[in-house]
Nanobody, 124 residues
């Protein structure tokens, strides 16, 4: 059974930083691309960042470029989302997801496995 578990969320002041982690179990981590999505209250889930299996290709939504960094550590079966210069608009539940295809997608429906989400709240 494939399982994704996120951690690292919390309450932070604007301008602060957080690092989210996502641990995969039940499947070889090196075979999946990883993505981060977020969902704010009253809004649809949106793509944040993705990373391919090799880790060499990353992609970000425009609103987080230059502030967020996605990475992966295959030895630890873990994907990360380093978030810096946080703003209140970043407040959301953040989800990690795994995609079995070899081309990471920005579309949530393309992802095969999902974590339960972790809350990130940025105060002004």
């Amino acid at each position: 059974q494939v399982q994704l578990v996120e951690s690292g969320g919390g309450l932070v002041q604007a301008g602060g930083s957080l690092r989210l982690s996502c641990v995969l179990s039940g499947r070889s981590f090196s075979t999946v691309a990883m993505g981060w999505f977020r969902q704010a209250p009253g809004k649809e889930r949106e793509f944040v960042a993705s990373i391919n299996q090799s880790g060499r290709n990353t992609f970000y939504t425009d609103s987080v470029k230059g502030r967020f960094t996605i990475s992966r550590d295959d030895a630890k079966n873990t994907a990360y989302l380093q978030m810096r210069s946080l703003i209140p608009e970043d407040t959301a539940v953040y989800y990690c997801a795994a995609d079995r295809s070899w081309v990471p997608s920005i579309i949530s429906e393309d992802y095969d496995f999902w974590g339960q989400g972790t809350q990130v709240t940025v105060s002004s």
